[in-house]
C-alpha cells in the first residue's frame, strides 16, 4: 500500500496565471499582488496555465513568448523561487490523467451550469470542449498538488465549488476512510473590487480594455487618456465614487492622497484630464523597481528558465506521487516501468 501524499492539515497555497495575452493592472490587483503575498507565509505552487490558454490561442509563437512573459512578470514584482515554486502547468503532463478521471464523475449537468463557460461563449469565443471543460483541468490543477488555499478572482469562486464537489465525489468513491484529496477553499481579498477597464467593464485580454503592468511613457499615457469618462463639465462637482479614472487611482494612491483628490471631484474645478494626469504619475511610480527588475530579467532569460524548471522539477514529484495513490485506489494498471 502506498502512503497517501498529503499530509492532514498542510495548508497548500495552489494558483495559477493564463498565460493568453501581456499580464494587466487587473491580473496584478485580482491574483498576482495576493501569489506574492501568500509564497512567504505557505508552501505553494503557482503556474502558468498554458493548457488553459490554449482554448483561445492558437499562435504557437504567441503562446511561447506569453508564458516566459508571464514568469518574468513574476519575478520581476517579487516572487522568490527559494520561498515557492513557479512553474509552466504542460511541465506536469499528469494532470490531464487526473483530468479524465474527474471527467468520469462529473455531471455534464454541472458544467452547463459554469457562469464563466457561458459568459465567454457571449463575448464570442469559440464554444469547444476545453473552454467547456476548464473547471475539470482547473479542479486538477488544485487537487494534484493538494491545495488547500486558492487564491482567485471573484468570478473564479464557482471553479472552486467544482473543485471541491470534484475531490468529494473522488473521496466517497474510491477513498471513503481516509479522504486522499483535501477540500480547497478559495481566498479573495475583500477589499479589492472588479479593476474597471478603459471601457469601465471589467478589465479583461477579451475586452481589449487593459492597460499593462510594465505600461509606461507613451503607452501608459495613451491607454489611460483612452478611459472612458462623463461628461460633466469642468467646472461642476463630480461623484468619485462612479468615476472610472478614480477606481483605478485607489488602487495606488494612498488614503491621504485618495482624501484629497475625492475633495477635489466634489468641489468642482477639477477635471477628469486632472485625475487621468495623476494616475499616470501613480502608475509610473508604483510599478518603477519591479520595471527595472523586469529590464534585468529579459537579459538574463537562462535564470527564468532555472527557475521554471526547477519549480516543475517540485511540482512533478508531488503530482506523481498523488497520482501513484489515484492509480492504487482507482484499479487503473501500468504494467511499464522506467
Given amino acids: ?29 485580482g491574483a498576482i499582488r495576493q501569489h506574492i503575498s501568500l509564497h512567504h507565509q505557505h508552501p505553494s505552487y503557482y503556474f502558468i496555465v498554458n493548457y488553459h490558454a490554449m482554448t483561445t490561442v492558437r499562435d504557437p509563437n504567441a503562446l511561447r513568448a506569453h508564458t516566459i512573459d508571464a514568469a518574468i512578470t513574476y519575478l520581476a514584482l517579487g516572487f522568490d523561487p527559494s520561498k515557492g515554486n513557479l512553474f509552466v502547468q504542460s511541465d506536469v503532463p ?33 464554444a469547444n470542449c476545453g473552454l467547456f471543460n476548464y473547471p475539470i483541468l482547473q ?15 471573484a468570478d473564479q469562486k464557482q471553479h472552486i465549488e467544482i473543485a471541491r464537489d470534484t475531490a468529494q465525489r473522488f473521496n466517497r468513491t474510491w477513498s471513503p476512510d481516509q479522504d486522499l484529496f483535501p477540500l480547497p477553499e478559495s481566498y479573495i481579498m475583500k477589499q479589492v473590487a472588479i479593476v474597471p477597464g478603459i471601457d469601465g467593464r471589467k478589465m479583461s485580454k477579451s475586452y481589449n480594455n487593459t492597460i499593462g503592468i510594465f505600461d509606461e511613457g507613451k503607452t501608459l499615457k495613451r491607454r489611460i487618456q483612452r478611459i472612458v469618462t ?37 468641489q468642482g474645478g477639477y477635471g477628469y484630464g486632472h485625475a487621468k494626469k495623476v494616475l499616470i504619475e501613480l502608475m509610473t511610480e508604483y510599478f518603477a523597481d519591479a520595471r527595472d527588475k523586469r529590464r534585468e530579467l529579459l537579459n ?33 494498471m501500468t504494467t511499464y516501468s522506467v
Avoid at 474527474?102 to 464570442?124: I, M, R, W
Avoid at 538574463?300 to 492509480?327: I, S
Wanted: a negative charge; proline letters at 4%; glycine letters at 8%.
Fill in 1 to 29: 500500500m502506498l502512503e497517501y501524499p498529503f499530509t492532514s492539515g498542510e495548508t497548500v497555497v495552489v494558483s495559477g496565471i493564463q498565460s493568453s495575452g501581456a499580464l494587466h493592472i487587473g491580473n496584478y490587483f
Fill in 94 to 126: 499528469l494532470l490531464n490523467e487526473l483530468t479524465w478521471i474527474f471527467f468520469c464523475l462529473t455531471p455534464v449537468s454541472q458544467l452547463e451550469k459554469a457562469t464563466s463557460y457561458k459568459d465567454k461563449v457571449t463575448q464570442g469565443l469559440s
Fill in 139 to 153: 479542479a486538477s490543477d488544485i487537487l494534484i498538488y493538494g491545495g488547500t488555499i486558492v487564491p482567485v478572482g
Fill in 230 to 266: 462623463d461628461s460633466t463639465p469642468l467646472e461642476d462637482p463630480k461623484d468619485p465614487d462612479t468615476d472610472n479614472v478614480f477606481a483605478l487611482i485607489r488602487l495606488f494612491a494612498s488614503d491621504e492622497q485618495q482624501s484629497e483628490i475625492r475633495e477635489a471631484y466634489l
Fill in 300 to 332: 538574463d532569460l537562462d535564470y527564468v528558465q532555472d527557475v521554471l524548471q526547477e519549480g516543475g522539477n517540485n511540482a512533478r514529484d508531488r503530482a506523481e506521487a498523488c497520482l501513484d495513490k489515484v492509480r492504487e485506489l482507482t484499479g487503473l
